[in-house]
């Protein structure tokens, strides 16, 4: 099953992320499983930038689901132009989007994936209203 990344979502963040020798497996290409550790790394940089990092006391984000559409393998060596984007904001959840393409091929996407991030009220371990400080942010 194939994930669409929705029309209306607003970019939130960018950042370019080298590709590592270790990023790669046996096959030659990055591992699969690095193409969310490149998701994560733009997304927790955004959500530090915003000032909604989590409180292990207090509230924050928590990703409920993640996925990743491969549509061309990354090889080592190289730079990944990371483009994050957020959707479909609710009373406690939010979706956030990312592209990533090769810094030396503009504009051709080798993979995108997203995720839907709920913001919680750590110490009940259930969900909360955002504040809407972050709503703001969401653009």
Same mark, same amino acid.
């Given at each position: 099953?194939?994930? +669409?990344?929705?029309?209306?979502?607003?970019?939130?963040?960018?950042?370019?992320?080298?590709?590592?020798?270790?990023?790669?497996?046996?096959?030659?290409?990055?591992?699969?499983?690095?193409?969310?550790?490149?998701?994560?790394?733009?997304?927790? &940089?955004?959500?530090?930038?915003?000032?909604? &990092?989590?409180?292990?006391?207090?509230?924050?984000?928590?990703?409920?689901?993640?996925?990743?559409?491969?549509?061309?393998?990354?090889?080592?060596?190289?730079?990944?132009?990371?483009?994050?984007?957020?959707?479909?904001?609710?009373?406690?959840?939010?979706? +956030?989007?990312?592209?990533?393409?090769?810094?030396? &091929?503009?504009?051709?996407?080798?993979? &995108?994936?997203?995720?839907?991030?709920?913001?919680?009220?750590?110490?009940?371990?259930?969900?909360?209203?955002?504040?809407?400080?972050?709503?703001?942010?969401?653009?």
């Amino acid at each position: 099953m194939r994930f +669409t990344l929705p029309e209306h979502k607003t970019l939130t963040h960018e950042m370019v992320i080298p590709i590592r020798w270790g990023d790669m497996d046996m096959m030659g290409h990055v591992n699969n499983t690095v193409y969310f550790r490149y998701m994560e790394i733009v997304r927790i &940089e955004w959500l530090h930038g915003v000032g909604a &990092e989590p409180n292990p006391q207090g509230q924050g984000p928590v990703i409920v689901n993640a996925f990743c559409n491969f549509m061309r393998q990354l090889e080592y060596p190289g730079e990944i132009l990371a483009r994050h984007y957020v959707a479909n904001p609710g009373r406690s959840s939010f979706d +956030t989007f990312i592209t990533l393409e090769r810094t030396d &091929e503009p504009g051709v996407v080798y993979a &995108e994936g997203g995720a839907t991030t709920v913001w919680i009220d750590f110490p009940s371990g259930k969900s909360t209203p955002m504040p809407d400080w972050l709503r703001a942010k969401l653009g």
